[in-house]
């Protein structure tokens, strides 16, 4: 997905080209594949199917997995680093922006805001288990503020769209920011009401507890920097600005 300005006066957002993240079945292979086979077409066929809730597994909880997914993350930064967490729509390029940020020392992909315990990706893709594709940020608080966090966060995607980026749609796809503590959720509600008054449309950005975060499967994990789709690796050097390729 590269970045188009949005005709409103604000900072301009992500917005996608003609591919969606579903028109990529396979995103664990890294070399270019013909979409032409039998094999890709089928999967595409099967990824509407599962968004309309046919063919995937059914995602089942019981009373206690609820309680869990729907728990505090439970996992701890580094000494002396913070934790947040971001949806912003298909996590793999809101990965790679903040792994270019200056004083960011870890990030991961996954999914939280649900009710299935231990989620896969195809469970977050049927759109029954209400989880978000999110990007946990560790950040030296020293180095990058919360704030800077924010500011990354508002440029990287559209936030008056809702469970929409560009042509990825469901509720996986939904705009958040998930606080760890008391100073975060105000600093939030502040830089929503200071965004708000930059766009004529409302924005639907949710800002709720951080809750369980599960990491997404491995080759989720720093899709873009390992090559993407097509296998040309993306820069994750600080303060690179160069244009995100979001599905690689």
Do not use: M
């Given at each position: 997905m590269l970045l188009k300005t949005t005709a409103i006066a604000a900072p301009s957002f992500?917005?996608?080209?003609?591919?969606?993240k579903s028109s990529?079945?396979?995103p664990n292979r890294l070399l270019p594949v013909k979409f032409n086979s039998p094999?890709?077409?089928?999967?595409?066929?099967m990824s509407w199917f599962n968004k309309l809730g046919f063919g995937a597994r059914s995602p089942t909880e019981s009373p206690s997995d609820a309680s869990i997914a729907q728990g505090p993350d439970d996992d701890s930064p580094a000494p002396g680093q913070e934790f947040a967490q971001f949806?912003?729509?298909?996590f793999w390029g809101v990965e790679l922006a903040y792994q270019r940020v200056p004083g960011v020392t870890r990030t991961e992909v996954g999914y939280s805001q649900g009710y299935l315990?231990?989620?896969?990706?195809?469970?977050?893709?049927?759109?029954t288990t209400t989880h978000s594709e999110v990007v946990r940020v560790?950040?030296?608080?020293?180095?990058?503020?919360?704030?800077?966090?924010?500011?990354?966060?508002?440029?990287?995607?559209?936030?008056?769209?809702?469970?929409?980026?560009?042509?990825?749609?469901?509720?996986?796809?939904?705009?958040?920011?998930y606080f760890?503590?008391?100073?975060?959720?105000?600093?939030?509600?502040?830089?929503?009401?200071?965004?708000?008054?930059?766009l004529n449309r409302k924005i639907v950005t949710e800002i709720l507890p951080a809750k369980k975060f599960y990491k997404a499967e491995e080759?989720?994990?720093?899709?873009?920097?390992?090559?993407?789709?097509?296998?040309?690796?993306?820069?994750?050097?600080?303060?690179?600005?160069?244009?995100?390729r979001c599905y690689g």
């Open positions: 992500s917005s996608s080209l003609s591919l969606s990529f079945p396979y094999t890709i077409k089928t999967s595409v066929r949806g912003a729509g298909c315990h231990n989620p896969s990706y195809e469970d977050v893709c049927t759109g560790q950040y030296d608080p020293k180095e990058c503020s919360f704030d800077s966090l924010l500011d990354v966060f508002w440029a990287r995607h559209d936030p008056t769209t809702l469970n929409r980026q560009g042509n990825d749609v469901g509720t996986q796809y939904r705009s958040g920011i760890y503590t008391e100073e975060q959720e105000k600093a939030a509600i502040e830089s929503r009401d200071k965004q708000q008054k930059l080759y989720h994990q720093q899709y873009l920097a390992k090559g993407g789709r097509f296998g040309f690796k993306q820069s994750t050097e600080k303060r690179c600005n160069d244009p995100i």
